[in-house]
Every structure is written in structure tokens, then in C-alpha cells.
């Protein structure tokens, strides 16, 4: 066993790109190595990069594969031997096929008979003369988003190869890929190691990489990264700014990272800070420094591919690139603050939200009454949702919006803090409304919060109820990984902040009333018009059929079908959430109205199914309902005590009376934990009326009672999930 070594050399590479190609690249050898027989010992290998290179160092690799062994089915004895035991004609051939006597065959058995067989044992080959092919196979199924070509060749690649490294031990491992031939030379650093550098054995790869000032091991940069930041902002007085994904991107950028401290004029900091944020980190991939309190100070710490003789060029030029963006967010901010949130909130009328559904003023106007409705089951001021809910969108004709998107809801509070529209309400009433219009954005995405205040909750919930009903009557029901409008974003938005908030509200009802508007809002599709050009004329399809205007869905289906739609992205949720999928399932079935009372249950069979008596009493009732599915006669309302006659009904008779006394109260409180608990004492009762009762008896009368106690112990079974679901 030896370590192998493996290193294409390219120009720089894509960097959202790179991690997964590094990733891709290691798997793929890995397999191929395994498929082969090759014994691998992985260790804690981990793919390793920098933007000119994509690397493969595994500690260790056997020389060869293992003697390979390989067995060949014949033809049965029936077919391969005459009358006098001799070789027919087919064994002939195949002896002859196999290169050997028929009498050195061997013979086996299967469910057919007896046939021959020729076994076979050849030396394993040597890795080294596998290694080309498999490296050639890891670098063709590389998920590679647009091939480049170069050269006068058919090679293609992320970028163009300009050396190869394939070393196994200290051995050079001839090979081809890409048109390069391999060696034992990689390159360092562009600037400031621009000599090849001899890579003695695999294993010495990552040090020697290391003194050609190259970190190709992405975690030790990624380290180099956040303590050279953290150092220059300390230095500055403040503290990092250290965005996860603005690291993993500096991170693909450079291969030797130091750190450059900048600053800028203060005067910038008029502008809201997440517009210079959005500036520093997603434009120039810088990071900003903040004070004390957590507010941005007017220093950013760049970092350079370089450790530079001048850091004061460097640092010149950082803070000159990003002036002039600086300069934009504020002559922004500043033209906005002068035209203000009411004639923002005109101009709405005239930007189209969506060609069926209207403007984006119309979905303002549903939002809002969908607000209202929301906070007066949530006891928030109904007044005040309204309010914040018509300047919600008013931000999209700001100037700085339209330079920044990603600052939709934040520049709208930092407007309706500084602006009149608001002057009539109490200052903590305006900075209720100014964060309400920023949190109905959220969660913005995967990771992110909910909102956090009672308004913005209101908000949040309102703006996507408008959005899932919209959508889907408008006909953009999400198809594939095609979802315009973001559909199952908003689904899984509007659940989280139901559920994680821990309101109780109906949502069907919610999504019939978003429905209702959706649907009373949306446009005919437009008219097609005939040869001459004359709308409202019906015109022929192509297929020479009349074309058909669209037909408004049904509020009701429609608000059945989000419904739907919004559980389908739970069971997502839940997953990775570690729930089961079973016990999404006995939940999902009870269609609840109130999504924070499904969590509530989801918890408690969550419980219920770390009991002993879970599965006998799941397996029970899934039991019990086929017995009621296949009942033919209609089962009694009530069970008659005069028609119990065995013991062991009449013990689950008692049994399930006591329990519906027991966990009534409990139902009512939503305590589902100590109902589910308590009816799984049941367990003994339902075991013995089963081992001792038959159920489909002559007698109607008995068969009926005896129907209606498994109807009535079923219906308390199934009062917090369908537990039949845990049943395997």
C-alpha cells in the first residue's frame, strides 16, 4: 500500500464550481479503484484545491489488483454429452472457446441440473496500468457546467490542462489525460513561486506545495483566511464580519490568502449599512468590520492572493474599486429619501406583478386584506397589519432596490423610519410597521429566521398566502425544477412561520379567502384574434380546433390544492428534521386545519413510538380498520352492554370507556403525549379481545356490537394521528 497522488493542473477555475469538481474528481478515482478490486486505504482523504489546480492524495493504494478470478457457465449435461458420454458438437465448441480440453472442464449444479463450467484464475494487473483509464473515466463523469476546448484538439475541461501529476508512491505513473502527459512536476504559486516544483513522493505533496506558497489543502486556507481577517479587524478596533458563503467564495479565489485592512469615508455610513454590506461582500468579496455593538464601521478587510513588498498599493486599489459603488448606494438612498414611500407606492400600479393576475398595486391590495384577516386571528392590530402591508412593496420602485435586490424589505424600513408616510403613528408603532415591511420577506432563504415580531409574522404569512393562491391560479403550478415563482419556497416559508411562531390558525380557511381573491382577480387570457387582426373573433388552433379562454378555477379546489401543496413541502421539513416518514404520514392523513397543532402531534407520536406497546397497538388498529373497511351492514352508533357476552369484550369495553373518560380532557388541551400514553395501556385488553373474540360472528346482533366497540376504541386510536401508519 502506498499513497496516490493525483493532480490536473489548469488555468483558474469556476469558483462556485470548484468544490464540487474537487469533490467529483475524488470520488470518481476512489470508485474506480474500488470497482476494479484495488484495495484502497481512504483514511480522512478530502478532496484538495486551489483555483489552478483540483488534486487527489489518498494515504494508501495497493500496487495490484488481487488474482482475478473468473467462472463461465456451459452447456448442461443433457445437451453436452451423447448417449455414450462423449462430447456433442456444443461442448466441443465451447471447450474450444475456453482454449482448453473438454475434460478440463469443471461442472456445477443449479435449479436446471447439471452443466459445465470453465473456472479460470489469471494474476491481478498492476495499478499503475489502471490508473490512466480510471483517471480518464473520474475526469469524463465530472459535472463540469460548460465544457471548454482548446488547442487544435477534441479535449474539453472546466478550463484549459496544463500539467498532470500521477505519482503512486514514489513512482511516476505514466499516463494521458487530456492530451498532457503525467509527471512528477506541479507548479506553485503564480507570483511568488513561479518555478516547478518536484514532487518527490505522493505523500510529500501537500508540504511541498505548502513552500511554493501554495495552500492546496482547502480547510488549512480556509483557517489562514478567518485568522488573518479576524487579526487585521482587531487591528481596525472592530470585529469581522465572516460570512460562511463569502469565505467558501474567498476561499476558491485565492491559494496564498493575506490580509489587506482598508477603510473608507465615513460619511458612507449615511447609506443603510446592508447596502454597503451586499457592496463589500457580494461585489468585491470583501469583508467588512463592525464595532461593538454590532454595527459596520467604516473599515473592510480585503484579501490578496499575495504577500505583497507594497500592502499600500494593494490597499489603494481595494478602497478605490469599491468608492464608486459606495458613491451609487448613496446618490441612491438620497434620491429615494427625496421621492418618498407614497410616490413609490404609485408607481406600483404600473409594474405588472403577473399578466393574469395584474399589477403589482393589486397584489398589495390582497395582501393587505389578507393581513387584516390574519391579524385578527393572531390579536395583532388588524389596523396596523394594513398599513404595514400597503407600504410592503413600495421599496421595488426604489432606486437602490433596483441596484441591489437582495435589499427588498430592508431598504423599505430604513425608508419608512426616515419617511412622513408614517408621521401620524407613534414612534413605536412606525418601528413596528418600518420592521414589518422587512421581515415579510422572511425566511429569505433555507437558512434563514422567520420573521420576529407579531406585525411581521402577520405580514410574512399574508404576502405568501397571496403568493401560493395567485400561482396556482394563475396555472404556475411548479413543474420539475421549474418554479418561476418560487411557489415551494413560499409554501415552506408560510408553514415555518405558522409552526415556529406557534400560531393556531386555519390555515384552510386562510388559503379559501386568498383563493377567493386570486380568482376574482385574475384576467381573461387574452383573446386570440383572427386573420385580420380583430380581437374577441374566435380564432382556429393550429390543429384547426377553437381556441378556448381559460376558465377561472373553483376558490374551494383551488384552496384544497395549496393545502395539499404546502404538506407536500412539510414532509420535506420533517425529514430533515429526523421525523420518520411514518409518522409524517399518521399525521398527514388527519387533513388538521391548524398546522401548529400537526407539529404538536407529530412530537407526540414521535413519543407514543419509543413506547413497547407502540408497534402491537399500530398493528392493532390497522387491524381494527380493515375489519370496519370490510364491514357489510351499517355498524351500530353506540355499544349495547347487554350484548357483551365474553370476558375479553367485556374487559375492552370497560377498557376503552375508562380511556375515553380518561383522555378527553387531555384531547381538549392538545396534550397529546398523555393521551397517546394513556391509550397505550389499552395494549393487554386489545390483545386478549382478539386472541379470544371472533368478530364476524352469524348472530347480526353480536357481529353489529361488536363492530361498534372496535369503531369506538378505533376512533380514539385515531384522535391524534392515524397510528395504523407505524405498523410496518
Request: proline letters at 6%; one cysteine or more.
Amino acid at each position: 500500500m502506498k499513497p496516490l497522488l493525483v493532480e490536473l493542473g489548469t488555468e483558474e477555475l469556476p469558483v462556485v464550481a470548484l468544490p464540487g469538481l474537487a469533490q467529483a474528481l475524488l470520488d470518481g478515482v476512489v470508485d474506480g479503484l474500488v470497482r476494479r478490486g484495488v484495495a484502497v486505504e481512504r483514511g480522512d482523504a478530502k478532496p484538495l484545491y486551489s483555483p489552478r489546480r483540483l488534486a487527489v492524495l489518498l494515504p494508501g493504494v495497493a500496487d495490484e489488483q488481487p488474482e482475478q478470478h473468473s467462472e463461465i457457465p456451459g452447456p448442461y449435461l443433457n445437451i453436452a454429452l451423447d448417449a455414450d458420454g462423449q462430447p456433442t458438437r456444443a461442448l466441443q465448441g465451447f471447450a474450444q472457446k475456453a482454449g482448453v480440453d473438454w475434460t478440463q472442464l469443471a461442472r456445477t449444479s443449479d435449479n436446471k441440473g447439471e452443466r459445465f463450467v470453465h473456472r479460470a484464475s489469471t494474476p491481478g494487473a498492476r495499478t499503475a496500468a489502471l490508473l490512466p483509464e480510471i483517471l480518464r473515466e473520474a475526469v469524463a463523469a465530472m459535472p463540469i457546467p460548460r465544457p471548454m476546448r482548446w488547442g487544435d484538439h477534441e479535449h474539453a475541461f472546466a478550463r484549459p490542462l496544463h500539467w498532470l501529476v500521477l505519482l503512486h508512491g514514489k513512482d511516476v505513473v505514466d499516463g494521458e489525460v487530456l492530451g498532457v502527459a503525467s509527471g512528477r512536476n506541479s507548479r506553485g504559486h503564480r507570483f511568488m513561486h513561479d518555478k516547478p516544483v518536484w514532487i518527490d513522493s505522493a505523500g510529500d505533496y501537500v508540504d511541498a506545495l505548502r513552500g511554493a506558497r501554495v495552500l492546496v489543502d482547502p480547510d488549512e486556507r480556509r483557517e489562514r483566511i478567518v485568522r488573518e481577517v479576524e487579526h487585521a479587524a482587531q487591528a481596525a478596533g472592530g470585529v469581522a464580519r465572516i460570512e460562511p458563503g463569502n469565505l467558501d467564495q474567498v476561499n476558491c479565489l485565492v491559494e496564498w490568502p493575506a490580509a489587506v485592512s482598508c477603510s473608507f469615508d465615513e460619511g458612507f455610513l449615511a447609506v443603510p449599512a446592508e447596502a454597503l454590506v451586499a457592496t463589500m461582500e457580494a461585489n468585491q468579496k470583501f469583508f467588512p468590520v463592525l464595532d461593538g455593538d454590532g454595527r459596520l464601521g467604516a473599515h473592510f478587510v480585503g484579501i490578496a492572493n499575495i504577500e505583497s513588498k507594497d500592502p499600500a498599493e494593494i490597499r489603494k486599489g481595494y478602497e478605490r474599486v469599491i468608492r464608486p459603488r459606495f458613491a451609487d448606494a448613496r446618490f441612491f438612498f438620497v434620491e429615494d429619501m427625496k421621492q418618498g414611500l407614497a410616490a413609490m407606492n404609485a408607481g406600483l400600479a404600473q409594474v405588472t406583478y403577473q399578466a393574469r393576475l395584474g399589477s403589482v398595486a393589486d397584489k398589495v391590495d390582497r395582501v393587505a386584506a389578507l393581513a387584516e384577516a390574519v391579524a385578527r386571528d393572531t390579536g395583532v392590530d388588524a389596523a396596523l397589519a394594513r398599513r404595514a402591508a400597503e407600504l410592503s412593496k413600495a421599496d421595488l420602485q426604489s432606486r437602490l432596490v433596483g441596484e441591489f435586490p437582495e435589499l427588498q424589505g430592508i431598504a423599505g424600513r430604513h425608508y419608512a423610519m426616515q419617511d412622513g408616510a408614517l408621521a401620524d403613528l407613534s414612534h413605536e408603532q412606525r418601528v413596528a410597521v418600518a420592521n414589518a415591511i422587512d421581515e415579510a420577506w422572511q425566511p429569505r432563504h433555507a437558512s434563514d429566521d422567520i420573521a420576529l415580531s407579531p406585525l411581521g409574522k402577520v405580514l410574512a404569512i399574508a404576502e405568501r398566502l397571496d403568493t401560493l393562491a395567485g400561482g396556482f391560479a394563475a396555472g404556475l403550478k411548479p413543474t420539475g425544477n421549474k418554479d418561476p415563482f418560487a411557489l415551494r419556497r413560499n409554501a415552506l416559508g408560510l408553514a415555518r412561520t405558522i409552526i415556529e411562531s406557534g400560531l393556531d390558525l386555519d390555515v384552510p380557511q386562510l388559503l379559501r379567502t386568498a383563493s377567493t381573491q386570486a380568482t376574482a382577480a385574475l384576467a381573461p387570457a387574452a383573446q386570440p384574434r383572427d386573420a385580420a387582426g380583430d380581437a374577441g373573433t374566435q380564432a382556429a388552433s393550429p390543429a384547426g380546433k377553437p381556441a378556448r379562454a381559460h376558465a377561472a378555477p373553483d376558490a374551494e379546489a383551488l384552496a384544497g390544492e395549496v393545502h395539499d401543496f404546502i404538506l407536500e413541502r412539510l414532509r420535506g421539513y420533517y425529514a430533515d428534521r429526523g421525523v420518520p416518514v411514518q409518522h409524517f404520514n399518521a399525521v398527514a392523513e388527519l387533513r388538521l386545519p391548524s398546522l401548529y397543532d400537526f407539529d404538536r402531534r407529530i412530537d407526540a407520536i414521535g413519543s407514543f413510538a419509543a413506547l413497547p406497546e407502540a408497534d402491537a397497538l399500530a398493528a392493532a388498529n390497522k387491524r381494527i380498520r380493515n375489519i370496519l373497511k370490510k364491514a357489510e351492514a351499517g355498524i351500530p352508533a353506540a355499544v349495547d352492554p347487554a350484548l357483551l357476552q365474553a370476558p375479553a369484550e367485556r374487559a375492552l369495553a370497560e377498557a376503552v370507556e375508562a380511556a375515553q373518560g380518561d383522555t378527553g380532557p387531555a384531547l381538549a388541551q392538545r396534550d397529546y403525549v398523555a393521551v397517546l400514553g394513556r391509550l397505550a395501556r389499552l395494549r393487554p385488553q386489545v390483545d386478549a379481545f382478539f386472541d379470544q373474540v371472533m368478530v364476524n360472528v352469524d348472530d347480526a346482533a353480536l357481529r353489529g356490537n361488536r363492530l361498534a366497540l372496535l369503531q369506538r376504541l378505533a376512533a380514539r386510536l385515531g384522535s391524534v394521528a392515524a397510528i395504523e401508519h407505524l405498523s410496518g
